[in-house]
């Protein structure tokens, strides 16, 4: 008995799903999901094909209360650009979660991940920002850099922007596109560490190997959400700053402790405590990161399965309320 | 830069893909690949939804020489036949294995595993079964019972076929779909024991939870492909038998010690011994299982992802040199 199946591409997708509120709120309420406690999350399925200097990765997250899950395939391919194609592509399959049958796949190049892990930025921004963000500067240059700002001024409407980068014409060219975008004056800063120190809200977006902001450059009054590291080689904070922190805050334990800053910082045998509080247990109220608007909070990202789901499912009922996409029988 | 995806139905891929000697001979390629040692194939992601009945495997499987690789999703949903539905569905994606690009969609519904997973016992028994079958035996009546002799008499053309299974109706009407495919006298065999007597060559097709071929019927000159354990508490072969045959051979270890009959065998402590020979070594002659037509061989199928990227790529291929399956630009 065949079903309808919606098929969306990206140039589709890019027309329905914007980064605003509505999918922020639906990615909060995919994190207060993950702190119910009852949802499947597998842990990653990730290969390696050093053949063709490529990766591919399998996440998945069942989430009560949802109509369906999600299985997102991101193939990372790092000598594409050498062919003139982008090294990051993949889809989204929506199946749903009371029968198992597929009902839409999402052909879109990693569209709904930027927009999901954007969200999710958001979503720290709001629950552990100091109310009043004057400043928010962002290190990295790159499409996550441009999107978690964009998504924190949703949340928190700052007036300035401050951006860093290893390249300052990288640096220059991302704070014009910020500022067009945001209609927020927005400039490169060469000094990382001036940065930090005039933001009340810091985003870290890079691939960096090696921290790229310091412990000592912590000053009351900051929230930094570091999104970069997705990889047990990778570390944007020093592992100090989680420590000297008033509150350190991941959204996946079992994550961040391989994959994210806290592993950097139990490898540096720095984070000897009980494990952290995870995002969602701030988004339920189970946990208070910041008391007052001198704390100084951190919230690591290394992006979930739970995200997936939550900007599938929503990403389906929109299409399907304006009507787009191709239906094919199957 | 949109690239053209082929999407093909169930429906178009029963048209073009069938189970005959050219899918054995791409199954028995990915079985020669796994033995090279150069395949990448991770652990099977596999995710319970116990709220739903339900429960999504993801295979995959990088093999050398081929132009993709394939992502499987299997998803299982076993309250489906109360709503009319099946209760397996699922699709698998083709990704260019040079640029990560997605180049297929199969929205087979588990039809090209139907046909991968026929195609291995092929190749099991042409690599392990006396060289004369007179007459195959097949416990279970299922889908996998039909195809699995199906496939067996392409390279192994018996004269006579017997169908086990615990409801003798069901062995019959599978006996009589076996006889009418492929023009062979079939019929069902009540007792178990006297079917494997009678046989050459056994395939166990069940879900079986407790053995169902027991160690006492090995006779010399028998072959057994025991493909129905997937999980680690089936087990269609007792284990006793796995000793006491001249050669077990599984398709691959790392999957069998935890899912196959090797699992149920070192649970009882009698697989002792080093780790046995897989299927490709076989194929590739690095091991020799029958040394004559009186030895006595067991194969142990579990299924893997690299069947799966074998078939997907002859798929695509096939599907392209006819014109069959959607173009969409994404």
């Not at 949802?39 to 399998?58: H, K, Q, W, Y």
């Not at 310091?214 to 904070?237: F, Y």
């Not at 499912?313 to 299409?319: S, V």
């Amino acid at each position: 008995m065949p079903h309808e199946i919606a098929i969306v591409t990206e140039q589709d997708l890019r027309k329905v799903v914007k980064l605003d509120l509505a999918v922020v709120d639906v990615v909060e309420s995919a994190f207060a999901a993950l702190a119910s406690g009852k949802v499947v999350m597998p842990p990653v399925l990730s290969m390696a094909i050093p053949e063709a200097n490529g990766e591919v990765d399998v996440k998945t997250a069942w989430l009560p209360g949802f109509s369906g899950f999600a299985i997102k395939v991101s193939p990372g391919f790092f000598d594409n650009p050498k062919l003139g194609l982008p090294s990051l592509n993949g889809l989204m399959i929506l199946f749903s979660a009371k029968t198992g049958l597929v009902e839409a796949l999402f052909l879109d190049n990693g569209y709904l991940t930027d927009v999901r892990t954007a969200a999710a930025g958001a979503v720290a921004a709001r629950h552990l920002a100091p109310s009043r963000v004057q400043t928010a500067g962002v290190m990295g240059t790159g499409v996550q850099a441009r999107l978690q700002i964009e998504a924190a001024h949703l949340v928190r409407p700052f007036e300035q922007v401050l951006v860093w980068g290893r390249d300052l014409a990288k640096a220059e060219a991302c704070a014009a596109d910020i500022s067009a975008r945001l209609k927020v004056p927005a400039r490169a800063e060469a000094d990382p560490a001036r940065l930090v120190a005039e933001s009340q809200l810091v985003v870290t977006t890079t691939p960096a190997r090696e921290s790229i902001l310091k412990a000592d450059w912590l000053h009351p009054g900051l929230h930094i959400t570091a999104m970069g590291s997705d990889q047990d080689e990778k570390n944007e904070i020093e592992p100090a700053a989680l420590v000297a922190a008033t509150a350190y805050v991941c959204d996946r334990i079992s994550q961040c402790e391989k994959l994210g800053e806290l592993h950097s910082a139990i490898s540096a045998g720095l984070w000897q405590g009980p494990p952290p509080a995870e995002l969602g247990d701030v988004v339920l109220g189970k946990f208070t990161a910041r008391r007052s608007e001198d704390d100084i909070t951190i919230c690591d990202l290394t992006g979930t399965g739970a995200q997936d789901t939550a900007i599938a499912t929503y990403a389906e009922k929109l299409c399907r309320s304006v009507g787009i996409g191709s239906l094919i029988a199957a």
